[in-house]
């Protein structure tokens, strides 16, 4: 049986930000999987980066300490790896 969960999803609007967000991440050590960028978040670069719901201040606070900002963001539900 396929489980969700609910996840909070931030895109960037140049994959340079993508890549500076997962980064940040890493080395953050904060739970994250790198996905293309939902239809729901609009025209973006392609990249969105997929956390937890339950670390989402986190990677936000990790984010904007390192002056990485996303463009949007999405609250949604999707399979649990």
């Known amino acids: 049986m396929i489980q969700m969960a609910p996840f909070i999803v931030y895109g960037f609007a140049t994959t340079h930000d993508a890549l500076v967000g997962e980064r940040t991440l890493l080395e953050a050590d904060i739970i994250h999987a790198t996905i293309p960028t939902p239809k729901s978040l609009g025209a973006l670069c392609g990249i969105a980066l997929r956390v937890p719901e339950d670390v989402?201040?986190?990677?936000e606070s990790a984010l904007t300490s390192a002056g990485c900002s996303w463009t949007a963001r999405v609250r949604m539900q999707?399979?649990?790896?």
């Open 78 to 81: 999707d399979r649990v790896l």
């Open 56 to 59: 989402a201040e986190d990677a």
